[in-house]
């Protein structure tokens, strides 16, 4: 070996003994924190157990079993405002998001569409131990809250309560929600194409209809629905301020009213029976025994194997009959005006809902002309083949014809609501009344919100002999029909209707894409649960 | 031939040819016939060879009416001329349906600022396109051509020009837009 070599082995020697020499003395750090770590813990343990002053300020509440009445009470989230501060208050309201930071933990608490910003923080009235108590609580849990109104400099954006918050000083646990969610709020309310910017997630809509419960949740669903509530009250208020009375119709009956085709049959006892996919029959009797004008709010079935975004195998039909005097028009002004009441009323009162909605799914206003405008099918097609359809006269419209109608309409009127009248006669149920003018017409009409059809009605034939002509004409076994023909045989008034869907009425109105948004518990060919 | 052929079937580039003559006003019509699987038109000319393929053909019936302005009044509106017509016969023709969207996108660009494809002039460039843009244009909705809105409205000036349109027939084209939110 040379010297240099010699020279270079004891430098390693050193290196290598001050290597492991700083090993040594990391490991022993390392142990030593460990120790006190574990000292730490366990004296805190023994402060949680011995010192813990707050300790009945908070847990997890016995179930509620009705055990005691309590003069408690509870105040609703939307009406914390500045005015009750300073104010000691209970709520109950559900752990929508929680973060915690040291000394403090902030919750936002939410009940259905609103919610407002609380506090945790270690002081005189909450412990170190029930500040992480209550930044343990699992998202969506309900709980019991005494706190403190506290204004705000500073508006809080992501909440509803804006200009307060709430400085809890108990905070009870009435319902434990698990630990995992199927799908995240946030998640859900997120507008179409933002979160894929951002990398986040969204929910598919079989993954919230497969998680229904928590889906309504969100502020978008509960604005959806409570506006759809909305509209069923608007069309109650309005039909019966006009002097209808409300009727309830069979949903199980012994014959199909348009030919068997699309109706669902179920067995009954030793025979079989459908269920309704109209209440039609059971209006125009209630005509015929004079209760002049009637409307009816319940479930409709349609079999039709048609996996859409408009088609539902059970939605919610508003339907309506009338006597009329002279004309059918006198059924057609009554009905728009009841859906323009609808629309004002959702307008002026319904604000909230709708912008809540527009949030997650922007949209333009819904625009409507008083009185309603009122086109004939001649006048429709006509439009078409200008814009470069081709189409026969009597021809029905298609879907996207019918799409495209629907924006030369606002394009030339300005409005999302119109009646295509005097449909050809060819296209429309053997019930329908001919047009006295061109027998090649009828006295029918459809209604449209932005370009789809939300209703479908007539004058109908309320002769018996013309009746039987109709049927016999589309080739209809006359003995399924007889009660409902024999019906218009002790004198019939003259009377038209039309029924509407629900659903479809609010996805249009809100500018929706999908009538499941509208429907609470969609039914369609392939969902049948929840 | 072709020729034999019973009109439904015949060659397109034939019966465009037999509009362009008519447009520039050439008063015998040539007699043509077809070559290859391609079926490329063939022009017999009686002092010369014959001429093959349709823009060899177009060019030399506009020199025979003599409207060379139809061919671009500057050198620059010559190449620019000459480009489109090959744009026509390579992309155009025979097109897959994925293509479409892809040239009328490039198109609609190009034609944002633009009243004919040579600018400002009128050249038989713009109406070999109509001829073979028109079966693309022909199948299109109206919300698709509200979206290509730039070519919608020089087709629609092209075929309105007095003379082009002849053997094909007339696509609306809407004037006002209606699809002007971003929903439905």
New interface residues.
Partial sequence: MTKEGVQGATEEQQAQSKKALKKQQKEAEKAARKAEKQAMVASEQQGADEDDFAKDRYGVAAMVQSQQKLDRVLVRVQDLSPEKADQLIWLRARIHTSRAKGKQCFLVLRQQQFNVQALVAVGDRASKQMVKFAANITKESIVDVEAVVRKVEQKIESCSQQDVELHIERIFVISQAEARLPLQLEDAVRPDGEGEEEGRATVNQDTRLDNRVIDLRTTTSQAIFRLQSGVCQLFRDTLTSKGFVEIQTPKIISAASEGGANVFTVSYFKTSAYLAQSPQLYKQMCICADFDKVFCVGPVFRAEDSNTHRHLTEFVGLDIEMAFNYHYHEVIESITDTMVQIFKGLRDNFQTEIQAVNKQF???PFKFLEPTLRLEYTEGVAMLR????EMGDEDDLST?NE??LG??V??KYDTDFYVLDKYPLAVRPFYTMPDPNNPKYSNSYDMFM??EEILSGAQRVHDPELLTQRAVHHQIDLEKIKSYIDSFRFGAPPHGGGGIGLERVCMLYL?L?NVRQTSMFPRDPKRLTP | SDWLSPPSVRNMALRELASLEKYLGLRKPNKYSTQGDKKTPVLQNNAAPPLLGLVTIACHLVKEAKRPELLGDSAESRAVVQQWLEYRVTKVDNCSKEDIKIILKDLNLYLQDRVFLAGNCFTVADVLMYYGLHPLIVDL??QEKEQFTNVSRWFDHIQHHPGVRHHLPP????R????T????
Wanted: hydrophobic share 30%; net charge positive; aromatic share 4%.
């Fill in positions: 922007p949209s333009e200008e814009a470069g359809v996207p799409k495209l924006r030369l606002k394009e932005r370009g500018g894409h | 909705t109206v696509v609306a084209v809407l006002n837009r209606i699809y939110s971003r929903h439905h």
